[in-house]
């Protein structure tokens, strides 16, 4: 037994893996995705400097991870998988059938979500996946609740012998807070998998009973004591009350006392949004003749009351549908809803820059080439860092993870039967690629389409942090694993093309991609293979190129050419633009742009 006393200023994420590591989880799972991906490295992190006996592993997608955990505990142990909400998605098949079956060991899925969104596709309610799948579902409030309700959900899973969903938000997962850690608890608990084909591998007959068997569950769940909404203020009195729950009441909280309104406006936080608790419901109807929803990003409260027509909230538009609920929009609604006035200072949005690849990102001397050799071409993409070859003008679509090459033979097949048909080049990520691409690959081959696959191989999966790939061959704990050969994997989905090169020797991939091009305009599809490490991860693990200093001569006429085509950070406009020169401080030296200068301007130093 380890036993912490002195508070310690945590991340969201943090303070959630330290919950799991005090709550005795043997064995956690994810793939890496904004807001979500410290959580599995903190658990990593932790347990290795507690040398504690769990398996702890980056899946090869939201899927796989989910259905690693819950085979964990099927055979009684304690459980989590971590994702993004978008990867939930992913995770949906077995989510929704593992509600049915339920859990032998507690089971936690913690879906973060991102209001706004900041780094998502889409700003999707989880709380709406667990109300499908008809599991509970826990909103915190900061890092310290967050890490609080991984003991509850535990508990509830446990309990009820249930899946159980654990809902941070971005400015949850990464806010920070003093969190006091608590005892370390190691379960002596050795796996022990009960066989029950009626519950494990039930056939549509037997799933109907599960069925009846999760609405009782349910039913009993809204009347548990533990995951009560709280009342804040119960001196309060009025005829009107504030609920909220997640960050939002949070700021609610604060809200409240900043308009003086704590001893006139009840206040309740609902921890367990779904099931929404049923007394709480009736309470709420006998008690307030108008009752304010304060949550992200979707009405699930509001849903789940009968009587909407004392209620103010994202139904009936008195609270925004759309985008996060920040601490100036509570206050505000706050003070309209208790006929207050206030002097709120408008927000004003800063001026900001558009988001760029790094200077010396490999991508984007991929996107060049790629631009060179199919100048015309339809560019689909996927979710990555390089999506920001939007900038390049060489990204058109970008939908979901793997989806670059399904989009790429959907242009072919509405173009086929033109007689002018464009040049189609799909461009994904390795990391990406492994998760969703190979069955959408597969796909292209088996139907033969005419287009060119760019796999982007950076060796890492960089956006989310630089988690290790199948191909890296580390865990997350930093053991040596079994690397996957990605060339032995293209060629086993039946490409006839394949080539492998380094997209910092511009005029050779160029050429590259041009054959490829050529190929998949009569014979299928082509891949190429544009491998070169992330200039970040080098930098991290000490083994960054030497640096080719390179410098803009007088040749320079200010053509832009390098600015539109390139878009380097490091190359910038001088003089009101009528020449470029070399940011030094931001040049990282990979010495590309030699290649890029129409005019020959750019030249070593």
């Known amino acids: 037994m380890k036993q912490a006393v002195k508070k310690v200023l945590m991340m969201g994420n943090e303070a959630i893996a330290r919950g799991l590591i005090e709550n005795g989880c043997g064995m956690a799972t994810a793939y890496p995705g904004t807001p979500s991906s410290e959580i599995l490295s903190s658990v990593a992190e932790i347990s290795k400097s507690l040398d504690l006996n769990m398996h702890i592993q980056w899946a ?45 060991g507690g089971f936690v899925i913690i879906s973060a979500d991102d209001p706004g969104p900041h780094s998502s596709q889409t700003e999707q309610d989880s709380r709406m996946m667990a109300m499908m799948a008809k599991i509970p579902v826990l909103d915190p409030d900061s890092p310290r609740q967050a890490k609080e309700m991984v003991t509850m959900a535990y508990g509830l899973s446990e309990t009820f012998n249930t ?111 779904f099931p929404l608790h049923t007394a709480f419901i009736r309470h709420l109807q006998e008690a307030y003749d108008e009752v304010l929803i304060l ?52 927000l004003v949005q800063a001026p900001g820059r558009r988001p760029t690849l790094c200077a010396g990102c490999p991508h984007r001397a991929s996107f060049f080439a790629i631009k060179k050799a199919a100048p015309r071409g339809i560019y ?59 069955p959408a690959l597969v796909d292209a081959v088996n139907q033969n389409v005419g287009m060119v696959l760019v796999i982007l191989d950076n060796r890492t999966t960089a956006m989310t942090g630089s988690q290790p790939t199948p191909a890296t061959g580390k865990s997350a704990t930093g053991e040596a694993l079994v690397k996957v050969d990605m060339e032995t994997l293209v060629n086993g989905c039946g490409v006839k093309f394949l080539e492998v ?61 390098c600015h539109q085509h390139f878009e380097c950070p490091a190359l910038v406009a001088v003089d009101d633009g009528q020449r470029s020169a070399v940011d030094a401080l931001a040049c990282n030296g990979c010495g590309v742009c030699l290649d890029i200068c129409p005019k020959g301007a750019i030249q070593r130093a």
């Open 60 to 104: 090869v997608n939201e899927k796989v991870a989910f259905e690693i955990a819950y085979a964990g505990c099927q055979a009684g142990l304690r459980t989590a998988v971590s994702m993004k909400q978008v990867g939930l998605n992913v995770a949906s098949d077995p989510l929704m059938s593992a509600a049915y079956m339920g859990t032998a």
């Open 501 to 561: 090169g380094d997209p910092y020797d511009t005029n050779g991939f160029i050429a590259m991609v041009k054959a490829a091009v050529a190929f998949s305009r009569s014979d299928g599809p082509a891949v190429v293979i544009a491998r070169h490490p992330c200039i970040i991860d080098l930098a991290r693990q000490g083994k960054a190129a030497d640096p080719i200093e390179v410098t803009v001569t007088g040749d320079c006429d200010g053509c832009g050419f």
């Open 380 to 438: 689909t993409s996927d979710i990555g860092c390089y999506t920001l070859g939007l900038n390049l003008k060489a990204v058109d679509t970008v939908l979901c993870m793997g989806a670059a090459i399904s989009q790429a033979a959907g242009f072919y097949h509405a173009y086929k039967y033109q007689e002018k048909r464009p040049d189609i080049v799909a461009t994904i990520g390795d990391s990406t690629f492994f998760h969703a691409g190979v």
């Open 295 to 346: 949550e992200e990003t979707t009405a699930i409260i509001e849903m789940q009351l009968a009587d909407r027509s004392r209620i103010k909230g994202k139904l009936n538009g008195a609270v925004p549908r759309v985008g996060e609920l920040l601490p100036e929009t509570i206050t505000a609604l706050l003070a309209a809803f208790a006929g207050v006035k206030t002097n709120i200072p408008s």
């Open 163 to 273: 899946p159980v969903m654990l809902r941070p938000t971005t400015r949850v997962c990464h806010s920070r807070q003093d969190v006091r850690p608590g005892t370390i608890r190691q379960l002596q608990v050795k796996p022990d998998f009960k066989k029950d084909p009626t519950r494990w591998a039930a056939t549509p007959k037997f799933r109907y009973r599960l069925h009846l068997e999760l609405e009782e569950k349910l039913a009993r769940i809204a009347g548990h004591e533990a995951t009560e909404p709280v009342r804040h203020n119960p001196a309060a009195s009025g005829q009107r009350a504030v609920v909220a729950c997640g960050v939002a009441a949070a700021y609610t909280a604060e809200a409240i006392k900043s308009l003086q309104l704590w001893g006139d406006l009840p206040f309740y936080q609902v921890r367990q949004p």
